[in-house]
């Protein structure tokens, strides 16, 4: 039996997943030389080595690959089991993931309501466009923008979400009368790099598809432009309602595509019931009904 210190799987592992012992330092908030020593004390105990080193790359050898799925289920179980155990309540720190856009655009606005209804929870949230890997991190549930089906987590359906285009009032003065599809055609889309916006392209052409704006890469930033009057951006409904009721944004023409994608509410199984997260669950399923569909 080997006697192998928690720190130092928890080390390979870091350094596993990002396949870098500077990266795994700072996921653990350590030093590069403290890495390199959990490593090298790792190895010796196994007797053999787990990374093959390439100059500043590196790359896990037969070992390590056999050795990373058992820390992984091991260090995440041991994870699961301390989490249930110190935090099945009512209270404390609520740790969730979302999108920028949705927290700025759609969540702040009501957060108050929540703060309000639920003091002794101490909610936190992390905002990433990426998908957060329960895993390797301590969130406890998130907000997801997709199909509803992601492998390992249970999710409920928050609320659909549809396509359209917007821009600034100022800019609908100073361009032709938009009456039609084909006049909107005529404009270069602004929209952030996505297959969510796929459903308005296959129902409307994708000639109408273009890169120009690519450099502007997330939702915010465009419906700012839009709302400067740079142009014409496609958005969602959930981000751009609270624009068009204030008449920061204008619809150029009331076309709109129902989105392929809703948001859900998701968290692995063993958070999902948790009290608090069934709270801000519960809570969110509640202001989601109250949001109104488009006319």
């Known amino acids: ?18 396949m870098s012992f500077a990266k795994g330092a700072e996921f653990l908030n350590v030093t590069p030389a403290a890495v390199s020593t959990q490593i090298r004390a790792l190895e010796q105990r196994l007797n053999q080595p787990l990374f093959q080193r390439h100059g500043r790359r590196i790359s896990l050898t037969e ?20 989490e249930v ?16 856009s949705f927290l700025q655009k759609w969540l702040m606005q009501r957060l108050p309501e929540f703060y309000s209804a639920n003091p002794d929870i101490d909610l936190r949230i992390n905002v990433d466009n990426a998908l957060v890997n329960f895993n390797q991190s301590d969130m406890h549930a998130a907000v997801r923008l997709g199909s509803g089906n992601w492998p ?16 600034s009032k100022r800019l609908l003065k100073k361009v032709d009368p938009i009456n039609s599809i084909e006049d909107l055609q005529k404009h270069d889309l602004m929209f952030a ?6 459903p308005w392209f296959r129902k409307f052409g994708e000639s109408s598809r273009s890169t120009r704006w690519s450099v502007l890469n997330d939702s915010i930033s465009i ?3 839009a709302e400067q009057g740079e142009g014409i951006a496609l958005t969602r409904w959930s981000l751009a309602s609270r624009e068009i009721a204030a008449r920061r944004l204008m619809r150029p023409i009331e076309a709109m595509v129902k ?21 801000f669950r519960d809570w969110m399923i509640d202001q989601a009904g109250r949001f109104e569909a488009p006319e």
């Open 1 to 18: 039996m080997y006697n192998i210190p928690l720190n130092a799987l928890r080390t390979f592992e870091a350094v596993a997943n990002h």
């Open 63 to 82: 070992a390590g690959h056999k050795l990373l799925p058992g820390v992984q289920r091991g260090l995440a179980e041991l994870r699961q089991a301390v």
């Open 85 to 100: 155990i110190s935090h099945d309540d009512l209270e404390g720190v609520l740790n969730l993931s979302m999108m920028p």
């Open 152 to 167: 390992g987590l249970k999710s409920v359906k928050l609320m659909d979400d549809w396509i359209l285009p917007v821009c």
């Open 193 to 198: 790099p996505s297959k969510a916006w796929d």
């Open 223 to 225: 419906m700012m432009a």
């Open 259 to 279: 989105s392929d994608w809703s948001h859900y509410f998701v968290a692995p199984p063993h958070y999902f019931d948790l009290p608090k997260v069934a709270a």
